[in-house]
């Protein structure tokens, strides 16, 4: 697995104002190493857009006095990013609406989590102070 190292750490209060910032710093870190350009301009963009929206405005229910962290730690294989949030958590395994399909294509239910599954090789969950949706990338 080889070394692991912190590459962004960063925490920002619960305002989607502050997301393209993130991403910005995210996908420049991406590009450092090396990562192939389409997965840090689409996959890591989109996944951490969708992951963070949901940690500022589900997770904290949009409360302006509490915060999300982005850290992501890069090895030799992969790019694991974990985005924190004060909330309770969701259950990854529900069984979310497919939003493919043509009755739920105005649901905006599960989409994200959608989005980040189909453009991230794993997505995560778990409590860890606080709840976290971990994504990673593999660089291959």
Known sequence: MGDSRVALDV???SDV???EGVIELATRKCRELSIPPRKC??????????ALSNAILRGNGDAADKHVRVRAVVNDDS??????DEGPGFDL??????????????????????LMQRLMDRVERFQSDGNV????????
Not at 41 to 49: F, Q
């Open 17 to 19: 104002r502050y997301i």
């Open 133 to 140: 949706v971990r994504l990673t990338l593999f660089r291959e």
């Open 41 to 50: 301009s689409l996959n890591v963009r989109v996944a951490l857009t969708e």
């Open 93 to 114: 395994s529900a069984d979310w609406p497919d939003p493919t399909k043509p009755e739920n294509l105005m649901m905006e239910d599960g989409r994200g989590l959608f």
């Open 11 to 13: 925490e920002i209060p």
């Open 79 to 84: 790019l694991v990013f974990d985005v924190t």
